[in-house]
T-cell receptor
Framework: EAQVTQNPRYLITVTGKKLTVTCSQNMNHEYMSWYRQDPGLGLRQIYYSMNVEVTDKGDVPEGYKVSRKEKRNFPLILESPSPNQTSLYFC?????????????FGSGTRLTVV | GEDVEQSLFLSVREGDSSVINCTYTDSSSTYLYWYKQEPGAGLQLLTYIFSNMDMKQDQRLTVLLNKKDKHLSLRIADTQTGDSAIYFCAEIHGNKLVFGAGTILRVKS
C-alpha cells in the first residue's frame, strides 16, 4: 500500500530535550515536506526537499532541522524543543510539486512540549 | 502574497448541499486542490481541478473555478454525517502547497 509513515503518533517531551520525528514513504517520490498545523492557521510548511541531499526552508523553519540522506526518509529534528513548537505535524510526499495526485500525507504526529 | 482564504465554519442539515468557498492569490497555480481531514486523521486528497477548467464533477463533489476572481468552491451534494470534517483548499505556490486555514463542516442529522 502506497503510504507515508510517521512516527511517533503522539509525543510529550520537556523543553530542551532533543527529539526526532521520522517520516518514510514507499512511493519513490522525489519531493518531501514537513508541515505543522495549528488552529486557525491551517498548515504551514517547515522544510521541504526536492531530492536526496537537497533541502530548503519553508515558511516556519526556525527551531527545526531536516535531513535527506535517502530518498524514502525525511526526518524532522528539534534540537531544543520549546513550548511554542507544540503542534500537530504532518509529513507529505509527491512525485512532482503537485500534479493530479497532489501530496500524500502521513497520519500526523501530535507533539506536546512542556 | 500567497494567502489562501476560507470561511471557518459551515453547518448544514443532512441531505442538503454544502458549499465551501475559497479565494487564492497565485494566478499561475496549475492545480488547485481540496483536502479533507477527519478528526484525528491526516489529510486526504478529495479532488483537484486543473487551472484551465471551469468545473469538475466527481460523484457528489462539484468544484467550480473562477480564475478571474481567483475563487474556488467545493459543493457536496446530499451531505451526509460522514462528511463532517475540516476541508482545506490548497494551491501550488513555487515549491509548496499553500493551504487555507480550513473550513469546519458540521452536518446535523
Amino acid at each position: 500500500e502506497a503510504q507515508v509513515t510517521q512516527n511517533p503518533r503522539y509525543l510529550i517531551t520537556v523543553t530542551g530535550k532533543k527529539l526526532t520525528v521520522t517520516c518514510s514513504q514507499n512511493m519513490n517520490h522525489e519531493y518531501m515536506s514537513w508541515y505543522r498545523q495549528d488552529p486557525g492557521l491551517g498548515l504551514r510548511q517547515i522544510y521541504y526537499s526536492m531530492n536526496v541531499e537537497v533541502t530548503d526552508k519553508g515558511d516556519v523553519p526556525e527551531g527545526y532541522k531536516v535531513s535527506r540522506k535517502e530518498k524514502r526518509n525525511f526526518p524532522l529534528i528539534l534540537e531544543s524543543p520549546s513550548p511554542n513548537q507544540t503542534s500537530l505535524y504532518f509529513c507529505a510526499s509527491s512525485s512532482l510539486t503537485g500534479g493530479v495526485d497532489g501530496y500524500t500525507f502521513g497520519s500526523g504526529t501530535r507533539l506536546t512540549v512542556v | 502574497g500567497e494567502d489562501v482564504e476560507q470561511s471557518l465554519f459551515l453547518s448544514v442539515r443532512e441531505g442538503d448541499s454544502s458549499v465551501i468557498n475559497c479565494t487564492y492569490t497565485d494566478s499561475s497555480s496549475t492545480y488547485l486542490y481540496w483536502y479533507k481531514q477527519e478528526p484525528g486523521a491526516g489529510l486526504q486528497l478529495l479532488t483537484y481541478i486543473f487551472s484551465n477548467m471551469d468545473m469538475k464533477q466527481d460523484q457528489r463533489l462539484t468544484v467550480l473555478l473562477n480564475k478571474k476572481d481567483k475563487h474556488l468552491s467545493l459543493r457536496i451534494a446530499d451531505t451526509q454525517t460522514g462528511d463532517s470534517a475540516i476541508y482545506f483548499c490548497a494551491e501550488i505556490h513555487g515549491n509548496k502547497l499553500v493551504f487555507g486555514a480550513g473550513t469546519i463542516l458540521r452536518v446535523k442529522s
